[in-house]
């Protein structure tokens, strides 16, 4: 089995001063019949910049990132098996929950959400998947 990074058409992501990526990620990469998507911010993938706004705007926006990854590797939402959802504050785990509803409301995948202290950029969550390909 050989692993396969996935390609997201005009995406754009952060770049530091040397003018490459600012991270050394992949969004997205097969294995078998499985997808293994990246923890993703609320990124903004036509101008690379972070989206800004309330938990409920960056949860939204985190998500339609991965339906877009997920799109550009042949796979939907709906095959999902598990997130695991980061996010700098305890106290937005309902206001996550409202939204991550809209994407699954019903059947939704497995998930895990873990709080973590801070991120070296100015964001909230960060969300990441596998899901079958």
């Known amino acids: ?16 001063e040397d003018g ?6 992949s969004m997205a990469t097969r ?14 993938y036509n101008t690379g910049e972070l989206v800004q706004g309330d938990i409920l705007v960056q949860t939204r926006k985190s998500l339609e ?22 996010a ?5 785990y ?3 929950n409202s939204v991550y509803r809209e994407f699954f409301a019903e059947d939704p995948p497995a998930r895990t959400f873990v709080t ?5 950029m100015p964001f909230d969550i960060e969300i990441e998947c596998v899901a079958i390909g």
Do not use: C
């Open 88 to 92: 700098a504050n305890a106290g937005y």
């Open 116 to 120: 973590v202290g801070a991120w070296p």
């Open 20 to 25: 490459k990526p600012l991270v050394p990620i």
């Open 65 to 86: 990132n991965i339906r877009t990854i997920l799109e550009a590797a042949g796979s939907s939402l709906d095959n999902i098996v598990k997130t695991t959802v980061y």
């Open 94 to 96: 309902h206001q996550i």
């Open 31 to 44: 294995a078998g019949d499985f997808i293994f998507v990246s923890g993703i911010p609320p990124l903004d």
């Open 1 to 16: 089995m050989k692993k396969e990074v996935i390609k997201i058409p005009g995406l754009k992501t952060p770049l530091g």
